[in-house]
């Protein structure tokens, strides 16, 4: 859950270091560091700021390693600050993964006298390669590599020589880039795009030996393996906030867009049907399932929840939804007749990419619905749906919430009409898809009304949704964005879940923001909103036009487009997460990169 870059070539290598940092932060911003073969190590608790700012007018060296980091073992200090180095200072590491076995390859280490100075897996790792270090960097790599058990995407230097970058790859991604200057390692290719768009994604088990002009991939039993590069579709001007004050502001507006791109060659409106590339060889069988298991992490697990409503109102498709923490570790009993969807945005998710191999594991056909190109979820399963949402920056997922939710919407019409969906009801479903970009533009023209709600939300230290059915976990996910932005503690519920417990909490100091479109649960909906209405609880209702009902007994209403039943929680959703981002922006926080969390968990 860090950030680690690279590179060897002629340019003066620190401030192409600390920009890469500055595209790499959303992995994690709680500390960082560069080493600069020649020129030394710089490292600094807190954001890339407070290390650029340390950097010497004296610049020196055309290589490098850098880090931002995410704490996993030790707290986010200077000294538990990546690189880390060797008993003689000359060997350095920067590290994204966990090494699990160090406390016994410490022991070892220290009944040799070795010494370490900061709390970190990382550190013991420097050690370990420096006490096997026989004059080649890579070969002590190499074999320090076969002592450790744990996670890692890794980049390692030594001051003797700086012509050479040697990375490795377990668990947590590293993708090589190669430039017309030099070459350069990533953990993530958005911040190669300044560079290059000729990359090469590692493979678990991989390690690679980088010079300005050359590079080797090798196993880390040391096989030369010949691979090629690809190259990458996508440009930098798309990680750019161009304009908006934050990402997050940003990936909320380009909704519509993102829709018309999830969409885009994928609906057969003259057959009411979806035709998805991803999913062609697999369509029968699919169609043909006995049940449908999705698995993800924070929202790509709410968005599968939608998924199930989806397929099992739609599509007839019985469907089970699993946290990737999960299902990785309890026992599964999974039938022939069923597969794996894992849900992804960033495609490297550890606990979603465990339960992907432990699918693998049970013989299950296994699926992804992947944002992040080339990722390692994206890789490992046999068959799926890129989003097409573009690179999402913001800590707290947005777009590709919305993006996750309509390629639902475009599976469920795809499988559906393998199962017995009219044709009528496809035809429906494509319009909707069609002029769903319209409608969410007519959805952010409410932006104003949120600002004013995020006033007075901003107030408050706690809140409730509540939704039902398909805006269940909408009301989840409506809380996890407040939660993630604002810090408030946020929960949700099924609306008529409140009475067995929830309700309790509620007076008026305890706002409660209510999912109530007019569907077929409206009815049961607004005897929810008068239950929290009878507590004193503040409630702000997100209605369908025209509603009287609850604009009736709410404090504040907003009123929705209404569209086809499918598709109408991401019209709900869009609000939700404005009105978080407008809380955060209240209250004064970095709502790009709130406390304690970040971009893509890479270690579980
Ligand atoms: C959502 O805003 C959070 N960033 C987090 O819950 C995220 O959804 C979760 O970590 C899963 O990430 P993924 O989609 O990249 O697998």
Redesign the pocket.
């Known amino acids: 859950m860090c950030g680690i870059f690279g590179y060897v070539g002629n340019r003066t290598a620190a401030p192409l270091l600390i920009e890469a940092l500055r595209t790499l932060e959303y992995r994690g911003y709680d500390s960082a560091g560069i080493y600069v073969p020649q020129m030394g190590v710089i490292k600094a608790a807190g954001p890339i700021d407070n290390l650029a700012a340390k950097m010497p007018l004296e610049l020196a060296g055309t290589s490098g390693i850098a880090h931002t980091r995410w704490a996993t073992h030790g707290a986010p200090t200077e000294i538990n600050a990546h690189p880390h180095s060797d008993m003689s200072g000359n060997i350095w590491i920067v590290h994204n993964g966990i090494i699990e076995n160090y406390r016994e390859i410490k022991e070892g280490l220290v009944m040799q006298g070795i010494r370490l100075v900061s709390e970190t897996d990382t550190e013991v790792l420097a050690k370990l390669i420096g006490s096997l270090y026989r004059g080649s960097i890579a070969e002590a790599v190499h074999d320090a590599l076969k002592h450790v058990r744990g996670t890692y995407g890794l980049a390692v230097m030594h001051e003797k020589e700086p012509g050479i970058l040697v990375a490795a790859r377990m668990g947590s991604p590293i993708v090589l880039g190669f430039g017309t200057d030099g070459n350069y390692i990533s953990s993530d290719p958005a911040a190669l795009l300044t560079h290059t768009k000729d990359v090469l994604f590692l493979e678990d088990g991989e390690l690679a030996v980088v010079t300005k002009d050359s590079y080797e991939v090798r196993t880390i039993a040391g096989k030369v393996l010949t691979k090629q590069p690809e190259t990458l579709a996508h440009d930098f001007e798309i990680v750019k906030k161009q304009g908006y004050a934050h990402f997050m502001e940003k990936e909320i507006f380009e909704a519509p867009e993102v829709i018309e791109n999830t969409i885009r060659g994928r609906l057969l409106p003259e057959k009411g049907r979806a035709k998805l590339g991803g999913l062609e060889s697999v369509v029968q069988e699919i169609a043909t399932l006995h049940r449908l298991q999705i698995v993800?992490?924070?929202?790509?697990?709410y968005a599968g929840q939608v998924g199930r409503y989806m397929l099992e109102e739609f599509a007839g498709l019985p469907v089970e939804v699993e946290l990737?923490s999960e299902y990785r570790y309890k026992k599964n009993y999974p039938d022939k007749k069923s597969a794996l969807l894992a849900?992804?945005?960033?495609?490297?998710?550890a606990d979603?990419l465990a339960s992907v191999r432990e699918g693998k594991r049970l013989g299950l056909r296994t699926l992804g619905i992947i944002?992040?190109v080339g990722s390692t979820?994206a890789r490992e399963t046999d068959a799926g749906v890129y989003n097409h949402a573009g690179p999402e920056v913001a800590?707290?997922?947005?777009k590709?919430?919305i993006s996750q939710l309509t390629v639902f919407a475009l599976i469920t019409l795809l499988i559906g009409r393998e199962r017995g969906m009219k044709e009528s009801e496809g035809k429906d479903i494509v319009v909707g898809l069609k002029t769903l970009p319209e409608t969410l533009r007519e959805v952010l023209a409410l932006a104003p009304k949120l600002k004013e709600w995020a006033k007075e939300i901003a107030t408050y230290d706690d809140a409730i949704f509540i939704g039902r059915k398909f805006h269940a976990p909408i009301a989840y996910e409506g809380a996890?964005?407040l939660k993630?932005v604002t810090y408030i503690h946020a929960e949700a519920y099924a609306g008529g879940e409140l009475k067995h417990g929830p309700i309790a909490l509620l007076g008026e100091h305890f706002p409660v923001i209510a999912l109530a479109p007019n569907d077929d649960v409206y009815e049961k909906m607004v005897s929810n909103i008068e239950e929290v209405k009878a507590r004193q609880a503040p409630v702000y209702a997100f209605v369908t036009k025209g509603d009287v009902n609850v604009a009736a007994i709410a404090k504040r209403v907003i009123e929705l487009p209404k569209v086809h039943p499918l598709l109408q929680p991401i019209v709900s959703t869009v609000p939700l997460h404005l009105l978080a981002y407008y809380v955060g922006v209240e209250k004064g926080y970095n709502v790009d990169r709130p406390r304690n969390?970040a971009?893509?968990?890479t270690v579980e």
């Open positions: 993800g992490c924070g929202s790509a697990y990737g849900v992804s945005q960033s495609g490297e998710t979603t944002n992040a979820i800590v707290a997922s947005t590709a919430f996890l964005k993630e969390l971009k893509s968990v």
